[in-house]
Every structure is written in structure tokens, then in C-alpha cells.
């Protein structure tokens, strides 16, 4: 009895493992919802699956509800609490019902108020099986931005650098630090979120697009956000040449031919009173959340990160490290002692031929 308890836990945990995976998909495209995966199974096979659409809607269980298959009886498996609110759309739990679905597992509740633990008693009162709970701890994870968006008002953010084996973040010689994989891995890595932030001074020195060029990925760009306190941005950037692009400019400093300017090339200037201290970043960062960014990625210059890891405001670094010394070459090494003694754990298991990446949990 006890093994084919087991086996059948199992079983439901690898089909939420394939609901995460649809999850995955979008994570960072939908705006102010959660990105959720959903499968179905009819006598333990996947018959049908979805995720939420770029940009929030239709959601996970309709886009997998939403075929010409009979589910009646079916199980399934998403990897949040399906929502039981009437929005902009008809609730998830009227599609559920509407196809007879006989059992529903999910990971983790909605923190939403307006469907936290609804779900359960509407289909207990419609005598639809609940199984709740599995891969709790992964959700909790997955979903930590929604739930800081939620219930604090405020983004999760992250942020990469790169540096050489001997800890510079600048070469005299060369652009770029790392190889053309760890490159790329970072376009990968912007399309996860919603939201990127550089700085003027960091944008002006490297002319960097910041978008996501990968095939296929393109239009997961995040939207841009530019920190610039006295409004020093340069005209002739290669950020300004990409087309339908959102970009957001935080400055303290009024200059209206700039701004005329700016607008258009399409950036939307918001004025701020002061950019120095951790309750005006923090004000930034509520702001960047009530406009629906809630996975803010950021690639700046050391300073802007120090501060930012001084004042606790970074949840996760990405570390890019060659193989390379940079020795007489190599420029800007403050900010990196504390970094020395965390990456010999943290290594993350991706082939980038001979550069390395790590994972700093902050």
C-alpha cells in the first residue's frame, strides 16, 4: 500500500514539474499576473496543456481548457491556485467546472485576496477533488516576485555582472570581459524579466542595446529603464534606434530641448525630487511595480551595484567570470572581496566552454 502511495506521488509531482515547466515559458511577459503552467491527464497521460499568454491573458487553465477534448473526468495539474474572480476575464474555476474536470492539483495559493483559498470551496461545493501542496517550496520560489509584488508593493531584482579571473570588470583592451556564450546566456537571461535598469553613465560607456537578441526571443525584451539624475544620456545610442520598445527615463534635472528630444524617440520622462537616497530608489522601484514590473533584471556599473547591495535592494547577482587574468590590463576592481568568498558553492551548472557562472543568493 505504502509503495503505491509513493508511486502515485510521484506521479502527480512529475505533472507538476511539466506544469512549471509551461510556467517557464513566460515567466517575465505577463505582465502584473503570475505566469502559470497547466497540465491534463486522462488515465496518467498528458492530453493537453497551457501557459499564460504573453501579457497576462487568457490565462494557463483556459488556454489548456480551451480545445476540443472531451475532459470530463480529467485531472489537473497548475502550478498556482487558479483564480475564482471575475476580471477582465471570467474566472478559471468556470472552465474547470464547465469541462467536468474530476481533480485539481496545485502547488501553492494564490496571495491574490481576491482568490486566496477561493478555489477550494467553490470546487468542493461542486464536488471537484483538491490535492494541494505539491512542490510547495519550488513555487514558493518561482513565484517570490509575484508575491513581493503582491503583498509589498515592490519588484524582485536581480542583477549580473562579469569579471575576470582576477576579479576586474574592465579591460583596457576590450569591450567585452567574458566570452560570446556567457553573452548570450545573458540575452537568455533578460527574457525572463519585464523590466531591465542601467544607468546613463553605463549606457553612454558601452552603446549596449540591452535587448534580448536570440531567435525566436526577440520580443521578450524587457522594457528599459534609465536611472539618470542630471539627465547626461547621449543622443546617438543604439537604445534609441530599436522600434515599439517601452523606455522609461528617472531624472532630477529639467532640460526641455533634451526632452523634447527624448520624447521623441519615444521615452517616457519621470521627474523625481532626489535620486540619492535608499527611500527614493525604493520609491523607483513601487513606482516600476504599480506600472505592472515585478521582475526587474539590472546591468549597470560597480557603483550602482554596490549601492544597491549595500542598501540590501539585490535578491539574486548573476556572476559571469572568464577564464582569463586580466593583470595590467584589467580596470575597476572595488565591490569584489565580498564576491571571492561566495562563488566557490554557487556555480551553476551550464557549459559555457571556459567561462563560468554563478548563482549569489543576497
Not at 497548475?78 to 478559471?92: K, M, Q, V
Not at 464547465?98 to 501553492?108: A, L, T
Not at 549606457?203 to 549596449?208: K, M
Request: aromatic residues 12%; positive net charge.
Amino acid at each position: 500500500m505504502q509503495k503505491k502511495r509513493n508511486s502515485s506521488l510521484k506521479l502527480h509531482s512529475n505533472f507538476i514539474k511539466l506544469a512549471f515547466e509551461q510556467a517557464k515559458i513566460n515567466i517575465g511577459s505577463t505582465g502584473s499576473n503570475p505566469s502559470v503552467g497547466c497540465i491534463v491527464t486522462k488515465n496518467n497521460t498528458v492530453i493537453s496543456s497551457g501557459f499564460t499568454s504573453f501579457g497576462g491573458r487568457p490565462h494557463a487553465e483556459f488556454n489548456a481548457l480551451n480545445k476540443k477534448l472531451d475532459f470530463k473526468n480529467a485531472k489537473l495539474y497548475t502550478t498556482l491556485e487558479p483564480c475564482s474572480h471575475y476580471g477582465e476575464t471570467p474566472p478559471c474555476t468556470n472552465i474547470i467546472i464547465k469541462n467536468n474536470i474530476k481533480k485539481v492539483f496545485f502547488s501553492i495559493y494564490d496571495t491574490d485576496i481576491r482568490s486566496y483559498t477561493k478555489s477550494v470551496k467553490i470546487f468542493k461545493k461542486n464536488k471537484i477533488l483538491i490535492n494541494k501542496g505539491i512542490a510547495e517550496d519550488f513555487a514558493k520560489v518561482f513565484y517570490q516576485s509575484y508575491f513581493s509584488s503582491k503583498n509589498k508593493n515592490l519588484p524582485i531584482i536581480d542583477a549580473k555582472i562579469a569579471l575576470s579571473l582576477d576579479f576586474y570588470s574592465g579591460n583596457k583592451n576590450n569591450k567585452w570581459i567574458t566570452n560570446k556564450y556567457s553573452r548570450k546566456r545573458v540575452h537568455l537571461l533578460r527574457s525572463f524579466y519585464d523590466c531591465l535598469i542601467s544607468t546613463s553613465q553605463t549606457i553612454n560607456d558601452d552603446n549596449s542595446k540591452l535587448n534580448c537578441r536570440i531567435r525566436g526571443l526577440a520580443h521578450k525584451s524587457p522594457a528599459l529603464v534609465i536611472l539618470d539624475r542630471n539627465l547626461k544620456i547621449k543622443k546617438n545610442l543604439d537604445i534609441f534606434k530599436i522600434n515599439k520598445r517601452k523606455i522609461y527615463l528617472f531624472t532630477c534635472k529639467t532640460d526641455l530641448s533634451k526632452y523634447i528630444f527624448l520624447k521623441k524617440m519615444g521615452v517616457k520622462i519621470i521627474k523625481m525630487k532626489t535620486m540619492i537616497s535608499k527611500n527614493d530608489y525604493e520609491d523607483i522601484f513601487r513606482k516600476l511595480n504599480k506600472m505592472g514590473y515585478s521582475r526587474i533584471f539590472v546591468e549597470s556599473g560597480l557603483t550602482f551595484l554596490n549601492y544597491l547591495k549595500s542598501n540590501n535592494l539585490i535578491n539574486t547577482l548573476y556572476l559571469f567570470q572568464s577564464n582569463n587574468k586580466l593583470g595590467k590590463n584589467g580596470i575597476n576592481n572595488k565591490f569584489t572581496e565580498w564576491i571571492k568568498k561566495k562563488i566557490p558553492k554557487n556555480k551553476v551548472k551550464v557549459n559555457l566552454f571556459e567561462d563560468k557562472l554563478f548563482k549569489i543568493n543576497l
